[in-house]
């Protein structure tokens, strides 16, 4: 008898280890799919940023001929993290789920080591805009989860889900398909959430002028002599402006001294003679429409078709000029002029990184108004929604000065 009871009694005892056990990986599932669900989120918000950081990736290792790869690839990480996560959080497939985790932090910590030593990017963009971490911070985050990865591995056999194989693979597959349709619809219509500091509502002037203690920066004007090919730096004062051989090619800022982050950089606007004209467009009091294009050339010639409709209307019954600014080269801006055919679009140059951070659509718009942003728009937009949206917007700042 005494046999017996000590047999059940020990039987207790393991069953209740055992529960405890799985209650402890459990944990550790819910914990690893929080971060890779969040980190896939906001990143499948932005799908773009993650397309520019892998282009920055690809530079970095000597990659090049990948950049044109760096969207589809950017879409399959996101995806594929992102579904990582909800597969932990929600059990499906946990064995699977361990599998693809394991895969991207065998990718992924070597990586950031890499990245902590050389420093090459400062920011590894593993959430987004969202959260920025240095890359050491990020290369820690990486071999914690490494950690947690080999003890999942440990108890390989006690990963299990309660609904049964077939129901895991479906809901997976749906998961799968929403998540890609997410990042699709955030492609064609802007970030259903923007974590840049561009947001609406933002008021760029005080962004610009809130630090004491201001990042200083200069500008560097790129010139190409187009009898030699030599290409070469020059600062505002000394721009071969008589001579013909040099043609411009782009204009760069570059960092003198850095200072309290305000979040917004290199934001400055250049005329066709490349003055710096950024603080009296920042000064309108009235509404006045920006279309934004990075690169002329990759240019969606339907928005921009679009876009200077927008532009006569919004003009009509607004600010008398709209500005068309990009960070393209004195030839694409020339075939730009004699495709415009509008004297109310004049063309404005400013860092194509810069634009590419203010907006994820080419061509895109953005509404200013005294420096604050009204609003931002993909030029798959319906004119008249926009139209209709900024009215709105001004009837209810009216309002509120009336009150």
């Known amino acids: 008898m005494t046999i017996v009871i000590k047999s059940k009694w020990q039987t207790s005892y393991f069953l209740q280890k055992k529960i ?7 944990a550790l599932e819910i914990l690893i799919g929080l971060v890779f669900a969040f980190s896939g989120f906001v990143k499948a918000v932005d799908p773009l940023g993650t397309k520019y950081k892998l282009i920055d990736y690809f530079s970095v290792l000597h990659l090049d001929f990948m950049s044109s790869l760096a969207l589809p690839l950017a879409i ?12 932990f959080l929600f059990n499906l497939l946990p064995k699977i789920a361990l599998w693809l985790s394991s895969f991207l932090l065998a990718v992924f910590t070597p990586l950031t080591l890499f ?12 959430f987004g805009d969202a959260l920025h971490l240095t890359n050491w911070q990020t290369f820690g985050k990486n071999i914690v989860f490494d950690l947690i990865i080999i003890i999942l591995w440990v108890s390989y056999k006690n990963l299990k889900s309660s609904l049964a194989r077939e129901r895991q693979w479906i809901w997976s ?4 398909i929403v998540i890609i349709l997410f990042q699709v619809y955030n492609l ?7 974590f840049r500091p561009y947001k609406v509502g933002t008021n760029i002037r005080q962004k610009l002028s809130s630090s004491q203690d201001q990042t200083q920066y200069r500008s560097a ?5 187009i009898q030699t090919g030599e290409v070469r730096e020059f600062d505002e004062d000394n721009v071969p402006w008589e001579d013909t051989n040099w043609v411009w090619q782009e204009t760069k800022t570059i960092v003198v001294k850095k200072g309290n982050e305000t979040g917004i950089h290199d934001f400055f606007f250049y005329n066709t003679e ?10 309108i009091k009235e509404p006045v429409l920006f279309i934004i294009s990075p690169d002329l050339s990759k240019a969606n010639p339907e928005g921009v078709q679009k876009i200077i409709i927008l532009a006569r209307q919004f003009t009509s019954l607004y600010y008398p000029v709209a500005y068309l600014v990009t960070g393209s080269t004195d030839n694409n801006i020339n075939e730009m ?7 109310c679009i004049e063309i404005l140059s400013a860092d194509e990184t810069m634009l590419k951070t203010i907006i994820r659509s080419n061509p895109g718009i953005i509404i200013l108004r005294d420096g604050q942003i009204l609003g931002k728009y993909s030029w798959r937009k319906n004119i008249e929604k926009i139209l209709n949206d900024i009215h709105l917007k001004l009837q209810e700042i009216n309002n509120q000065i009336i009150e």
């Open 221 to 225: 004007l790129i010139y190409k002599n």
């Open 274 to 283: 490349h003055q710096d004209i950024t603080d009296s467009l920042l000064s």
């Open 337 to 343: 002029k004699n495709r415009l055919r509008c004297n």
């Open 188 to 194: 064609m219509f802007l970030p259903v959430i923007d």
């Open 173 to 176: 597959s749906v998961a799968l």
């Open 115 to 126: 990245l902590a030593i050389k420093n090459p990017i400062l920011d590894c963009g593993c």
């Open 76 to 87: 399959l990480l996101i995806s594929v993290e992102l579904l990582v996560g909800v597969m």
């Open 20 to 26: 405890k056990m799985r209650k402890s990986l459990r």
